[in-house]
């Protein structure tokens, strides 16, 4: 069982996020603040985050640098609706492992799941 | 009306992704970064939308209206101010605009951005919540707000409500603010809601 951290200031994608990892059998913390997120990582060292890129107060890309800052080794994958090549590269530029696009596909965070967590 | 956490919580999350789908449309189209801010969302009934729209917005407005029809039904408006109407034509288009005489250049301009964020906003609402939406040509309005509410097209025999979503982005180093709306009467935002309830 694998530490998984989810950031999303959306309720609703939280919960489906949260059902889909659960039910491949590992262990989620669900924060909806980007500040709270950079708390739990110290604490909890998670091996992976999937982080919403559009939040309120502080962006996903934010939270993505200072993630890489201090915890280069998790793995985070950003999740958007924006799919313009610039916001792309700065996600990459910013140390981003992977984008997906939202509105969210199993089999998509179920890949993800195989690929970074192994 | 009454809107529950979850459905407002469901609502800004799909309009937060149709926005998204709007600005990759625009970055596209004009070849431009479009980057965005998170929307502010509530929904109010009809005839306070003039009150929340001009606690904040003075003067003229310019406004691209389209109808859309199907499973649900109404108006949907991209709303901007003269001013930022003007800043975003200049910038897409790459020299001045007179703002004394917005002649076709402008017009073209703005319409055909208004078009393209419309359509993606409720394409992608017809994509999330699986419905049939048809929609009209985009008309483009110049003129003050009441002139604005009046020009929306509703049925009298039913309660009016509103998605007002406020917008902010940035395009060439300039932010600029708007407002999205989609009008509909209460059978149309019933069924919308109780889409967005079934949601997750």
């Known amino acids: ?118 | 009306m009454h809107i529950s956490e979850k459905q407002l919580d469901s609502l800004t999350e799909v309009l937060n992704i149709s926005f998204a789908r709007s600005a990759n449309d625009l970055a596209e189209s004009t070849d431009n970064q479009v980057i965005l801010n998170p929307l502010k969302v509530k929904v109010v009934s009809l005839a306070d939308v003039y009150g929340e729209l001009s606690a904040v917005t003075k003067g003229e407005i310019s406004t691209i209206h389209k109808i859309f029809r199907g499973n649900i039904a109404g108006n949907a408006m991209f709303v901007l101010d003269r001013n930022t109407s003007f800043l975003l034509t200049e910038l897409l288009n790459g020299f001045p605009i007179d703002s004394d005489y917005p002649g076709g250049t402008y017009r073209e301009v703005l319409t055909e951005v208004g078009n393209i964020i419309l359509n993606a906003c409720l394409g992608t609402f017809g994509n999330i919540l699986e419905f049939e939406i048809s929609l009209s040509v985009s008309s483009l309005y110049l003129d003050g707000l009441e002139k604005l509410l009046l020009s929306i097209y509703v049925d009298t025999e039913e309660p009016n409500y509103t998605v007002l979503v406020s917008i902010s982005f940035k395009v060439k180093e300039s932010e600029m603010s708007g407002f999205l709306l989609f009008v509909m009467g209460i059978t149309s935002m019933e069924i919308f809601l109780d889409k967005l309830e079934r949601l997750g």
């Open chain 1, 1 to 118: 069982m694998k530490k998984i951290l989810l950031v999303d200031d959306s309720v609703m994608q939280g919960r489906i996020l949260s059902r889909i990892i659960e039910e491949s059998g590992h262990q989620v913390f669900e924060v909806c603040d980007g500040l709270i997120a950079l708390d739990l990582c110290s604490i909890e060292n998670p091996q992976m985050i999937f982080l919403d890129l559009l939040m309120p107060e502080m962006s996903g890309q934010e939270v993505l640098g200072e993630i890489k800052k201090s915890y280069f080794h998790i793995a985070v994958i950003v999740r958007g609706a924006d799919m313009q090549k610039t916001s792309r590269e700065e996600i990459t530029e910013l140390g981003g492992d992977f984008f997906l696009n939202k509105p969210i596909q199993e089999e998509e965070i179920l890949s993800d799941l195989g690929t970074y967590l192994n």
